[in-house]
């Protein structure tokens, strides 16, 4: 009996290590191959290896240096940062009057937000190509911001006043006993708490702004002020009919590590973020 129990849980364990070993290089591999290909020059792009060859610098010199890429990586930064900001700070202040504040069409504007943010990018490109030229905005990083906040907020208030909604409400109560105000209430009591969902959900707009392409595409002619996936869709070769791929594979390992360093970062943070809201009080 005891042997048959081992031969079980003996099973059950290799099932679940070789999923996890085959889900694991499936989501590697390809970044992985990456990395390889970004090493190789020359005739050695096109012939199969899993292996590296050579240490072949000179395509991400290529990508940073000759083609721009270090400076739209500037401007990725500098448009996910400000997005993500915008983003939380009025996210958190919006669940707030959702979760807390009692009015009329309390539960017809959350269903709205939820359908606002199913919309399609190309459904509203129109839309928001005639905003942008109407606020003065065209070629410029402030219209990518206002862009990627339009279709990042629904989605970060929604998520953060559902979180909202499962915090005691006596925490909020012998805060107003204390005297504290809205502000102070939403800054030392809520924010602390809700700091798991707030990485979370920044987390994901970070990542939105940073690998949105079609807006990028459209709002933005100038070299000097495109984002990192418009720069490498922009790479060209010695001539019309070749691709740069080592210098391509270069700039899009460039690209990945920002989003791997802050995943690794705070995937503690991130884990609990996608737990905790699943049980209340």
Known sequence: MKTTLRQRNFAHKLVIYTGATF????????FYYAIITSLRTGQELFLPA??????????????????GIARSLLNSVLVATITVGICLLVSITASFALARVPFRGRKFLLFTILCVSMFPQVAVLTGMFELVRFLGLYDSLGALVLSYTTFSLPFTVWVLTTFMKSIPIELEEAAIVDGAKTW???????????????????????????????????????????TVPVAISMFSGASTFELPWGSIMAASVVVTLPIIVLVLIFQKRIVSGLTSGAIKG
């Not at 889900?23 to 390809?30: E, T, Y």
């Not at 050579?54 to 000759?66: F, I, K, P, R």
């Not at 102070?184 to 707030?198: C, G």
Request: with cysteine; charged share 10%.
């Open 23 to 30: 889900a694991v290089l499936f989501c590697v591999f390809p």
């Open 50 to 67: 899993y292996l590296p060859s050579g240490w072949h610098w000179q395509n991400y010199v290529t990508a940073l240096v000759d083609n």
């Open 184 to 226: 102070t209430i939403i800054r030392r009591v809520f924010a602390p708490i809700l700091a798991p969902a707030l990485v979370t959900t920044g987390l994901l707009a970070f990542i939105g702004a940073w690998n949105e392409f079609m807006f990028a595409l459209t709002f933005i002619i100038s070299g000097d002020k495109r």
